[in-house]
Each structure stands twice: as C-alpha cells, then as structure tokens.
C-alpha cells in the first residue's frame, strides 16, 4: 500500500504541528487518527465491487441528509450544516459524507454509461451533471460555498476527464461569463464580503497575520518560541484553516518546500493509477475525483493563507486538525485500494460471465 506511506509524513508533521500548540486537540487528533484507520481497514476489506448496487442508496440517503440539514440542522457560527445525533449528543455533517458517495457515485454512473468516441452529448451530459448540481445546490444553500464549489468541480473535472463534446463546455463557459453578474448579487453577504476583502488593498485581519506568519518563517523557520505569531495567539485558527501559515513559521521556505512536494508526489501517484484501470470507469474515476479534490484544497487553502484567494473554510487536506475531512479522506484512500487490489477478482468474474453467455 504505497499510497498509504506517502500520507503518513504529512500526518505525521500535522501531529507534531497540533501538538505544540495544545495537548487536548493532539489528543483528539489522535483519535480521529485512530478512528480512520480503524475505518480504513474496514472500507479496505469490503466488497465494493459485489455490492456497487449499494451506491445509488448510499448516495440518496445523502441527499436526504442534505434535505434534512435544511429543516432541522444545527447552526454554528452563521451556518446550518450539521445534523444532531440523538442519545449519543453528537453531531455529523452531511456535506462531508457526501464526498465519498458523490465520486462513487459519479463512477458507478459512468461505468454504465461509458463516454463515446466524440465524448458525452447534451442529453448524457444532463444526466450526470443532474447528480453533481444537485448536492452543490442543497451544500450551497447551508451556505457552504467553499465545500459546494469542490464538488462542482471535481464533478466537472471527472467529465473532462472521461471526455465531453468541445461545443457543451464552451456553451458554459460562454453562459457562465454572462451570468457572473447575477451570480455574485445572489452570494450571502459575509460571501460578498469575503470576495471584497480580497480584492482590497488591505487584507483582512486573517490574512494579515497569516503573512506575517510565513513570512517570519524565512528560509529554515523559526523555533517553536520565537514563533510568536502562533504561541502569542496573533495567528488565527493556527491548527485548521491557517496551519499551513504556522508550518512555514516553523519550518520556513525549505519546509514550505517539502510538504509541496509530498502533495505533488501523492497527487502524481494517484493519477498515474489511472494508466493501471484503462476501461475500469469506477476506479478511474475514483482516482481522478481524488486527485482533483486533493489539489483543490491544497491550492485554495494555501492560496488563502498568502492573500491570493478569498478565505474560505477550506482545509490543507490530512493536515488541518479536525475529524470530518480527515476521516473522509482515508475513506477515499481506501477505495482506491480496493478497487485496485481487487480489480482482478472483478476483471476474471466478468471473464467467467462473458464465457458462461
């Protein structure tokens, strides 16, 4: 399992990270950790493949969550995103459950209704986008533009992956263009505001100090006491959105650097598992889905943390503390490896059926 080797440096630095600011978030670090790897074991041993008629529930049943978050979701600073577990007085946010079933999803489609030669037509195209523009409207709506945003396009990514008429994607972006201007009246206003900050001048109070964080870090970084933007508290949200700012205070360009090129490498070696699954759309577009999704937040949270996006709440992916987005994404790691250590079994079933007709 290689791809299970290559997180574990990143996790590792994130652990250390959160560890030297507080040792009540290590602790619950570590047994978010724990709790992944328990479900990846779990995932990793399931039999996917038997059992994709499952996806479609499971995808649904999403859907429904979603729903629910609108009636009788729980709100948190300004945003109704989560759903209350009874008895146990937990809480669970259905837009992070969504992920896995979403790509999963996307592939189960796709594998029943393989691309042509010339790409998907219009009425293909509809089909698909339906179960991508739906979950991006209802996680839109909590509001959560940052995580809605991220599915529309690894769901647009997937299809251009797999191939698309020329004449629908520049029909959108043509009717995107267009409707920029009603698009961004519609935003919430923190969402305007957001977009306004980052086109100021001035940045806002966050980023401000965010830069100054990774700018203090210089070439080798600082050690843990004399990085003050963090240990005085100046650098907001140091374990989450904002740790990538704290790591080059730490570490410094050269560390910067490095945890780069772990990204690249894990994102390299996920697509070059694609040339190992020609003609198998369910890992194909697992794998792409993953890929796309891992850069998305990289390049957004980091961007962020230097002033070059909007902020958003978009973490660094297995790095930011939290359980949701950690966990989720050892779910996806391991049904990529288990639709690549069982495609065998799948290839030589379908062998014995093609046979046996």
């Known amino acids: 399992m290689p791809l299970m080797f290559m997180i574990l440096p990143i996790v590792g630095a994130s652990l250390f990270l959160v560890g030297e600011v507080s040792d009540k978030l290590l602790n619950k670090q570590l047994i978010y950790t724990t709790v992944a790897m328990i ?29 629910l978050v609108e009636f009788i979701g729980i709100s948190k600073l300004g945003a109704q995103r989560w759903l209350e577990i009874p008895i146990v007085n937990m809480t669970i946010q259905p837009s992070e459950l969504m992920k896995p079933a979403f790509i999963l999803m996307l592939g189960y489609l796709i594998e029943r209704n393989p691309p042509p030669r010339d790409g998907y037509d219009w009425l293909d195209f509809f089909k698909i986008s339906f179960f991508i523009v739906l979950p991006f409207v209802l996680i839109a709506k909590e509001p959560d533009l940052g995580t809605a945003l991220i599915i529309l396009l690894v769901g647009g990514a997937v299809l251009l992956a797999v191939g698309v008429n020329k004449k629908i994607w520049f029909t959108l972006i043509v009717l995107t263009g267009l409707s920029s201007g009603f698009i961004y009246e519609n935003l919430h206003a923190y969402q305007k505001k957001r977009i306004h900050d980052f086109i100021a001048e001035k940045p806002s109070y966050h980023v401000q100090q965010s830069i100054i964080a990774i700018g203090s870090g210089g070439v080798i970084g600082q050690s843990k006491e004399d ?34 090129i772990l990204y690249a490498t894990l994102i390299l070696h996920l697509l070059s598992l694609t040339g190992r ?72 079933s379908n062998d014995l059926k093609t046979v046996a007709s």
């Open 227 to 260: 990085a003050t933007q963090t240990q005085l508290r100046f650098l907001p949200i140091a374990t989450s959105d904002f740790i990538f700012a704290y790591y080059v205070e730490r570490f410094g360009f050269i560390g910067a650097l490095g945890l780069l």
């Open 39 to 67: 479900i990846f074991v779990v995932v990793f041993f399931f039999p996917i493949r038997r059992f994709t008629w499952l996806i479609p529930f499971a995808y649904w049943i999403n859907i429904v969550l979603l729903i």
């Open 277 to 348: 699954v020609k003609g198998d759309y369910l890992a194909s577009v697992t794998i792409v889905a993953v890929s796309v999704m891992i850069f998305l937040y990289m390049s957004v949270n980091i961007a962020m943390t230097m002033g070059l996006a909007p902020v958003v709440g978009v973490p660094l992916p297995i790095f930011s503390h939290g359980g949701s987005s950690f966990v989720n994404f050892i779910v996806l790691f391991a049904i990529i490896e288990n639709l690549l250590a069982f495609r065998f079994n799948f290839i030589y």
